[in-house]
């Protein structure tokens, strides 16, 4: 028998993993914080200034707090544009559900204060940050694709393409330096 037009067959899959809530949001979210900390930390980090990763990483965070309470805030709006009729959520509530993209920033953070405290150099901090994040993209790529339901290659090829956005911003911050 063949299948209706409107029935989508990636729906009838259990996700597996940590992304078994809301693999979406986790991938927008969680994407969406580790290139923007990957950009800070790439515009931040000037080569032959004085180096400041303590203020680098409160800037991180602060701008990845405000990116979150923005894009809540941003559904909240649009859900009242749009009229219609489904329950809303707080402001706060929204902004609240924005924690991954905040989360995803923390490894980050982390790098540029323990630099500020001493246990290795900012730019030393900054280098690993951006490889770090490129892999983290990699990996929560492949595991959104999975949680969706796609095999390994499949989903080997989503996190290729989630890295792909790191690697650019790697190779932008060099050309620019």
């Given at each position: 028998?063949?299948?209706?037009?409107?029935?989508?067959?990636?729906?009838?899959?259990?996700?597996?993993?940590?992304?078994?809530?809301?693999?979406?949001?986790?991938?927008?979210?969680?994407?969406?914080?580790?290139?923007?900390?990957?950009?800070?930390?790439?515009?931040?980090?000037?080569?032959?200034e004085e180096a400041n990763?303590?203020?680098?990483?409160?800037?991180?965070?602060?701008?990845?707090?405000?990116?979150?309470?923005?894009?809540?805030?941003?559904?909240?709006?649009?859900?009242?544009?749009?009229?219609?009729?489904?329950?809303?959520?707080?402001?706060?509530?929204?902004?609240?559900?924005?924690?991954?993209?905040?989360?995803a920033v923390l490894p980050?953070?982390?790098?540029?204060?323990?630099?500020?405290?001493?246990?290795?150099?900012?730019?030393?901090?900054?280098?690993?940050?951006?490889?770090?994040?490129?892999?983290?993209?990699?990996?929560?790529?492949?595991?959104?694709?999975?949680?969706?339901?796609?095999g390994r290659l499949p989903?080997?090829?989503?996190?290729?393409?989630?890295?792909?956005?790191?690697?650019?911003?790697?190779?932008?911050?060099?050309?620019?330096?």
């Open positions: 028998m063949p299948e209706r037009a409107d029935h989508d067959p990636a729906a009838d899959v259990v996700p597996r993993g940590f992304l078994r809530r809301r693999p979406q949001g986790w991938l927008f979210q969680g994407i969406y914080g580790l290139v923007l900390a990957s950009a800070l930390v790439a515009a931040l980090d000037v080569p032959g990763p303590g203020q680098d990483a409160l800037w991180v965070l602060l701008t990845a707090l405000t990116s979150g309470a923005a894009h809540g805030y941003a559904h909240v709006i649009a859900r009242r544009a749009s009229g219609d009729g489904t329950a809303r959520p707080s402001r706060l509530r929204a902004a609240a559900a924005e924690w991954p993209l905040v989360a980050t953070v982390a790098m540029l204060l323990a630099a500020k405290a001493g246990w290795w150099a900012e730019d030393t901090a900054a280098d690993t940050a951006l490889v770090l994040n490129t892999v983290l993209l990699f990996a929560l790529g492949t595991s959104a694709a999975r949680a969706a339901g796609l989903s080997c090829r989503a996190g290729l393409l989630d890295m792909l956005i790191g690697l650019v911003i790697i190779v932008a911050d060099a050309l620019i330096e």
